[in-house]
């Protein structure tokens, strides 16, 4: 069986044709693992991506069912694609704009030297630079949709779904803590409202984390966290440009990737449509849940379908 998990280009192999019936069991699953996640995170204020991917690892049993194989995978490339469009109503080119040159400068110059560094340190530990770049571009833009995002782009070819797992595991457990600590440690080095919440919304990876510590420290400081972490939100679609330039489409594949993935295209689309403000506020607030739900429920398939052993594998050479 060919793991098909998150690949934009179909650079692995083509997919075999699967009927809406044969979708309908692999779907139900993956949506009813989201569903728990879903619960778990709203009674215990967990991170809803964390609870889908420790749900989807928990049931990681399933993955070897055919039966499943494929709903599992429309659920963790096709709502994955979905989600990502629906990320762009949280972004307005007014709020970017905002920020002035220098923080726009600065925040561009800190995802390149983050991913940057990745790439060296994955290489250094013989983890090969595709792991770089999907490790140091979930935490230089946005955790775990970044990380979903990226593993699109690059294909398993270049990336296992053991590597993806890892780096979901853990992006997710440090965006968490960052959560915690870093509100703290702003307040402990005496950071003023503005500098807190550049410092929250340029470090912290996932959005709703990154937003709760701004708000933790002030409202004010949640504000500007809000921009700058939206505005690192928003360089998801050139760093995904960018890096189909260094990892096309495998030679063997006779295929030629676009020169942007349409999902990209339909993300700027949509924050340039929210930018006018013709999006009512319920139908913004419902696409922001919509887009929750569908990485969700493709981090929580991902997390069905990837091999543990090759987890453990992962994880034993990174200790090494």
Sequence with gaps: MTFQAADLYNDIEDPPPSRWRDVVPGLVVALAATAAAAYLSDHYGAPLTLMALLIGLALNFLGG???????????????????????GVRITLSQIVALGPEALGAIIVIVALVIGTAVLVARRLGLGAPFGVLAGGAVAICGASAAMAFASLLGERRLGNAQLALTLVGISAASAL???LYPLLAHHVGLTDSQAGFLLGASIHDVAQSLGAGYAFSAAAGQTAAIVKLT???????????????????????????????????FFALALINSTGVIPFAVAQGAERLAAGCLACAVAATGIRSPMAGVQRTCVQIGT
């Design 65 to 87: 069912d055919v039966r499943l194989a494929a709903g599992l995978g429309f659920s963790s490339r096709t709502l994955l694609r979905i989600g990502i469009v629906l990320v």
């Design 232 to 266: 690192r939100v928003a360089l998801l679609a050139p760093a995904l440009a960018v890096l189909a330039l260094f990892f096309p489409a495998q030679a063997d594949s006779g295929k030629r990737p676009p020169a942007l993935p349409w999902f990209v295209i339909g």
């Design 178 to 180: 960052a959560m915690v």
